[in-house]
């Protein structure tokens, strides 16, 4: 009679609620990954994110191994491979920390069956600080202007206090057999494409906390005037480690508050990841459709398949927006000021729909979630919740020359872009972005 912990997007051992239940249990825990590529509310995760996936399952395998607890790896449809790992080792019970996208649908039917044949399905919070429907408008309405979201929660009670990893964890008696992790593939051989992943990124639980220890100690005093500057290292580049639940966002919440430092400005950012998670609790397929029903009209150019490739390649001969997709593609991520130009220029000058952009990301970076991701393509087109208005184009050469005026950032990633023959003329693109707009504003 042993419980399961089925490990999502919670990677981790401290501040895992479903893992510190299941942990009660006398007859000891089966710990589960289940990569699930097949279930329609899933979306399956893009290249960058799997290589992630592949390092931080092995960090969570080392961590579980110290307490002898075999980490059980199963490939297949969730709801199929639950069941079949229930009747297996007779488990009565089955924990987890909760989703909030799309894959709630999945879990909600999962809750149902397991219910029905008497087996207790437990969820708990442990990704957001705020749950969303804990946030809501005076209407009762998810709130749709980030500045009176983020009031909002700063007047809701604190996010709770992170547990502690739980001090006795046992295995269950009857441990099921596990999939080999390498011949999930996660990390192809060839071409080993993500092979500077490696200089950039440790991934896993013990390098979040120490990633955000240093973050503290070092940085934060000046993030809020040289976060936009890409050069100077001064974000805590915790995003891929958040979106695999390495580090929970309430620790990050408490650990900072307590560093007494300025940390108001950076919890803010964690304010708009929130933002973003709330957005697509309430509208799953935010990553489908544009939720400014006006943008479902907008003339996007077709068979702009060049200019997309050179943009997805850096050889568009605009020197911020190539060392940023330069960067991505050799690590995995981008600086966000940076991600905000390429962005534009995409949508903007380039005049690509937002989704093309938004699968380019989702599959080349690490930190790619269901909930920033189209959130801020959408932010960035204009079609999105408080969005940046349309009309507000950034120019890729007033960006370079605002955040990157020592050419620090542009001469690492992409020297010879000066040299490139640009693909689209500035000025000529814009005037172009808000005809298009005007064509849908009524
Ligand atoms: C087009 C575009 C796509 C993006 N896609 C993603 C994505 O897939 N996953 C992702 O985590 N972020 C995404 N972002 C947001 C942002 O760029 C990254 O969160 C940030 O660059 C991560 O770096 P950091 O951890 O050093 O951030 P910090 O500045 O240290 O911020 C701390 C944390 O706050 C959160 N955060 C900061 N800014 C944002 C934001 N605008 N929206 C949501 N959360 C934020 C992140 O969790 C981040 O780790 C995207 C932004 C743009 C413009």
């Known amino acids: ?32 990954y289940v990569l699930d590529d097949e279930t329609a509310e899933v979306r399956p995760l893009g290249s960058a994110a799997r290589w992630w996936l592949h390092e ?6 080392r961590s579980l191994a110290t307490y002898s607890i075999p980490l059980i790896l199963r490939r297949g ?18 924990h987890w920390n909760r989703r909030y996208g799309a894959a ?13 044949r008497g087996i207790t399905a437990h969820s708990y ?13 005076s209407s009762g309405d998810p709130y749709a202007v980030y500045s009176a979201f983020w009031r909002a929660c700063l007047s809701s009670p604190e996010p709770d206090h992170p547990l502690p990893i739980p001090t006795t964890l046992i295995p269950g008696g009857q441990q099921p057999y596990s999939e080999d992790l390498t011949a999930w593939n996660l990390q192809p051989v060839t071409p080993r494409w993500w092979n500077g992943f490696h200089d950039r990124w440790v991934p896993g639980e013990a390098k979040a906390l120490e990633k955000l220890t240093h973050f ?3 940085a ?18 915790l995003s891929p480690h958040l979106r695999f639940g390495e580090i929970s966002p309430r620790t990050i919440w408490h650990i900072s508050r307590a560093a007494n430092q300025e940390v108001e400005v950076f919890l803010s950012e964690l304010g708009w990841r929130e933002f973003a998670w709330h957005t697509a609790y309430a509208f799953p397929d935010l990553h489908q459709r544009s939720l400014n029903q006006k943008y479902q009209d907008f003339p996007w150019r077709k068979g702009a398949g060049d200019e997309v490739q050179a943009w997805q390649r850096g050889n568009t001969g605009y020197g911020i927006v190539d060392a940023g997709m330069r960067e991505l593609w050799q690590t995995g991520f981008m600086h966000n000021r940076v991600r905000m130009v390429a962005a534009s220029f995409l949508t903007k000058n380039l005049l690509v729909d937002w989704r093309v952009g938004e699968e380019w990301f989702w599959d080349t970076l690490v930190d790619a979630d269901e909930a920033s991701n189209p959130f801020n393509w959408q932010w960035v087109a204009g079609c999105g919740r ?10 890729p050469q007033t960006q370079q020359k605002k955040f990157d005026h020592d050419g620090l950032y542009v001469n690492c990633w992409a020297p010879e872009s000066a040299n490139l023959e640009p693909v689209v003329d500035l000025s000529h693109s814009r005037s172009e972005a808000l005809a298009a707009y005007e064509s849908i504003r009524h």
């Open 386 to 395: 408080d969005a940046s208005p349309y009309f507000r184009i950034f120019n």
């Open 220 to 237: 934060v005093t000046r993030y809020h005037e040289e976060r936009d500057f890409p050069a100077r290292s001064a974000t805590s580049e």
């Open 56 to 61: 931080s399952l092995q960090q969570l395998e």
């Open 125 to 137: 919070p442990g990704n957001l600080l705020f749950e969303p429907w804990t946030v809501a408008n």
């Open 77 to 94: 449809p969730a709801e199929q491979v639950l069941t079949e790992v229930v009747s297996e080792v007779g488990a009565t019970a089955v």
């Open 216 to 218: 503290l100690e070092r």
């Open 104 to 116: 709630r649908a999945l879990d909600a039917r999962l809750k149902e069956s397991l219910t029905a």
């Open 1 to 32: 009679m042993v419980a399961i912990t089925w490990f999502r997007d919670d990677l981790r051992l401290a501040d895992n609620a479903a893992l510190s239940a299941a942990a009660k249990d006398p007859d000891g825990i089966v710990a589960l």
